[in-house]
């Protein structure tokens, strides 16, 4: 070595720290602004989304008395409306495997998704035309109950005794060519993993086969449609966890009332609804072997979206 390479300085190592944002917010606190225009907007909001499910209730209601299949168009304008009314902009990406038309393979399809929020009705009622799955608790709150019942929603029980009724019931809509929407976490989750699936909801795509059973042979062919939904923009700005769990998911003992005050001070808000390849229920060996694909391509969407922004389509 030289003298001039000895008298070189060294190189020092630095330990940089690594700055996480995320870190400067409470864990139990959200971050939502709270100027006098932001409350403002917030009330406005509020009366308006009361007043259009009061109406919607008048719509559904008539809807069911009119021909055709208007009963199945009126909930996506009704949730449509609501979503304009937040301000909640929604992104498509894949293709819905059901529509309002047959399809040609005479398959129906039961569309399962992740679920961090209420808001996940909204934004999947206003693309989807399918019969929603929720628990019977919801059959007994004001307004949405009447909504929901007169939306023609399944509402199942959390009694043993009673789910079997409850599959029953899901089934008979599916011989009558309607597609089914639900949530097989069973309740709703702070957004940013998911909850274990409920196998026995799965039932409806794939029933246990007794003997001497009548209708064992008519159940309708189907196919389970994974779908994953994203809260992933706030003020056109990508959301973190934070945000994605304090912001817009609601889940614990949250109030509905203050989670929607929140939720209206925001400007703009958006989310992805990404439609993964539809799976044969006839290609998995049981329930839960069907439940755990399923599972897990919603979780790897859900990672997906939160990583990168594919090409998609607004709604």
């Not at 957004?191 to 042979?217: T, Y």
């Amino acid at each position: 070595m030289s003298a001039a390479s000895s008298h070189l300085p060294k190189k020092k190592t630095v330990n940089r720290p690594v700055f996480d944002p995320e870190h400067l917010f409470s864990d139990t606190e959200g971050t939502t602004p709270n100027t006098f225009c932001d409350r403002m907007r917030a009330r406005l909001r509020t009366a308006a989304l009361l007043f259009w499910a009061a109406a919607g209730c008048v719509g559904q209601g008539s809807s069911l008395l009119m021909p055709g299949d208007m009963f199945r168009r009126f909930p996506l304008f009704f949730w449509g409306v609501a979503c304009k009314i937040l301000n909640m902009r929604v992104k498509i990406v894949g293709e819905m495997a059901g529509s309002f038309k047959p399809r040609s393979d005479g398959r129906r399809v039961i569309y399962v998704s992740n679920h961090s929020s209420w808001l996940d009705v909204l934004v999947l009622g206003k693309i989807i035309p399918a019969f929603f799955i929720a628990k019977q608790e919801v059959r007994h709150w004001p307004v949405i109950g009447l909504l929901t019942h007169l939306g023609r929603t399944i509402f199942i029980t959390r009694n043993r005794q009673e789910a079997g009724q409850d599959v029953q019931e899901a089934i008979n809509r599916l011989r009558k060519g309607y597609d089914i929407i639900f949530f097989p976490e069973g309740t709703t989750s702070k957004g940013n993993g998911l909850l274990p699936f409920m196998s026995s909801l799965f039932a409806i795509a794939k029933p246990v086969r007794r003997r001497n059973d009548p209708q064992a042979d008519d159940h309708p062919k189907c196919l389970i449609q994974p779908v994953t939904v994203t809260y992933d923009r706030l003020e056109g700005l990508p959301v973190g966890r934070h945000h994605r769990s304090f912001v817009f998911s609601w889940f614990g003992d949250m109030d509905f009332g203050p989670h929607l005050m929140g939720l209206g001070k925001w400007r703009t808000m958006g989310a992805t609804v990404l439609f993964h390849p539809p799976l044969k229920p006839e290609d998995f060996p049981s329930r839960k072997a069907l439940s755990n694909a399923a599972r897990a391509i919603i979780a790897q969407g859900n990672e997906d979206l939160r990583q990168s922004r594919p090409h998609i389509d607004e709604a």
